[in-house]
């Protein structure tokens, strides 16, 4: 086994360096490529990113660089992305806020989300429903048994108005019919402070945040919102597996490119950073953070950035969320 997994990490390291030398002259990029992370840095938004840059940077002689343009739910860096010249040495890699669903939630943005050019998704990273410890319910029945019974009682925290833990949890009262209360914070850290020292009941969090606290005993993971149970908590039935086959809800982690950027720099960009995504050793420090590899082609990272723009819209309008 540990020699096929070695064999695989070299033919990827050794794709890499290969996608780089069969390029033109003129289709190397002649200076330093960013990498835009429209968040602040130490997160998994901003570690990916960091990851993949330093395992193809034999492929950017002139360098690669990660850079974090953070503010206004990831508009400011996406702003920068979108304004860009299309020549190459400019990408995005973000989650799905301003490639998917700030559109729908924002009443006027300074660039067309719809205009992006995928490069691929990255890796995808499931939503988990905690709860508090001595939350009464024990498993996904009781909890809905529980909202259900106790309408307008159970408070959820979030990450802030129209994030992803806020939407995640409208999708689930909206597929069960039930109605908590919303408490909004400013970021992940505040909210699980708080779902910790019990002062609220639900937080609908991304995984790599929440599966620590959860296996310190200091919160309850209840469900997994995916097709699949996470690696990470094998013990953890997804919401598909208790009967809610629409409940899924993942982060996903998107590269794109400018408006216009050409078919042959988005083909060559992708078979880089795929080569890169698909080395062992890569995988490993993905699954870490609690991420599943992706490295979709630019057909197939376009179609899933579709389907997710459309779900997270009808939830958006359902729920009237907006942010100014």
């Known amino acids: 086994?540990?020699?096929?997994?070695?064999?695989?990490?070299?033919?990827?390291?050794?794709?890499?360096?290969?996608?780089?030398?069969?390029?033109?002259?003129?289709?190397?990029?002649?200076?330093?490529?960013?990498?835009?992370?429209?968040?602040?840095?130490?997160?998994?938004?901003?570690?990916?990113?960091?990851?993949?840059?330093?395992?193809?940077?034999?492929?950017?002689?002139?360098?690669?660089?990660?850079?974090?343009?953070?503010?206004?739910?990831?508009?400011?860096?996406?702003?920068?992305?979108?304004?860009?010249?299309?020549?190459?040495?400019?990408?995005?890699?973000?989650?799905?806020?301003?490639?998917?669903?700030?559109?729908?939630?924002?009443?006027?943005?300074?660039?067309?989300?719809s205009k992006w050019e995928p490069v691929t998704v990255i890796a995808t990273v499931p939503n988990v429903l905690d709860v508090r410890k001595d939350f009464p319910a024990k498993n996904l029945a009781e909890f809905i048994a529980y909202v259900k019974a106790h309408p307008g009682k159970v408070t959820y925290a979030s990450q802030g108005n129209g994030s992803t833990s806020h939407l995640t949890a409208h999708l689930?009262?909206?597929?069960?019919?039930?109605?908590?209360?919303?408490?909004?914070?400013?970021?992940?850290?505040?909210?699980?402070?708080?779902?910790?020292?019990?002062?609220?009941?639900?937080?609908?969090?991304?995984?790599?945040?929440?599966?620590?606290?959860?296996?310190?005993?200091?919160?309850?993971?209840?469900?997994?919102?995916?097709?699949?149970?996470?690696?990470?908590?094998?013990?953890?039935?997804?919401?598909?597996?208790s009967g809610l086959p629409g409940m899924v809800a993942v982060t996903f982690f998107a590269m794109v490119a400018p408006p216009g950027t050409r078919k042959d720099i988005i083909e060559t960009t992708y078979r880089n950073f795929s080569a890169a995504i698909d080395q062992a050793d890569t995988r490993k420090k993905f699954a870490d953070q609690g991420a599943t590899p992706a490295g979709w082609t630019p057909q197939q990272s376009a179609k899933f950035i579709q389907e997710e723009t459309a779900k997270w819209g009808k939830v958006i309008k359902a729920a009237n969320v907006t942010v100014e």
């Open 1 to 113: 086994m540990q020699a096929s997994i070695t064999r695989r990490s070299l033919l990827a390291l050794s794709g890499v360096a290969a996608v780089a030398r069969s390029l033109p002259a003129w289709a190397q990029p002649q200076s330093t490529v960013k990498l835009v992370v429209p968040f602040p840095a130490g997160g998994t938004a901003d570690i990916l990113p960091r990851i993949l840059a330093e395992k193809v940077h034999a492929a950017y002689p002139a360098g690669i660089i990660v850079e974090n343009r953070a503010g206004a739910g990831g508009n400011i860096g996406a702003e920068y992305v979108a304004h860009a010249e299309a020549d190459g040495t400019t990408f995005l890699v973000s989650p799905p806020g301003p490639i998917a669903i700030n559109q729908n939630l924002y009443k006027k943005l300074s660039f067309d989300p």
């Open 172 to 241: 689930f009262m909206q597929l069960t019919g039930t109605e908590m209360v919303h408490v909004p914070y400013k970021g992940t850290a505040p909210a699980l402070v708080d779902i910790v020292g019990g002062q609220v009941d639900v937080f609908f969090d991304n995984l790599s945040s929440s599966v620590g606290y959860h296996k310190g005993g200091k919160l309850r993971i209840l469900g997994v919102a995916d097709q699949k149970r996470s690696p990470l908590l094998p013990e953890v039935p997804t919401f598909v597996e």
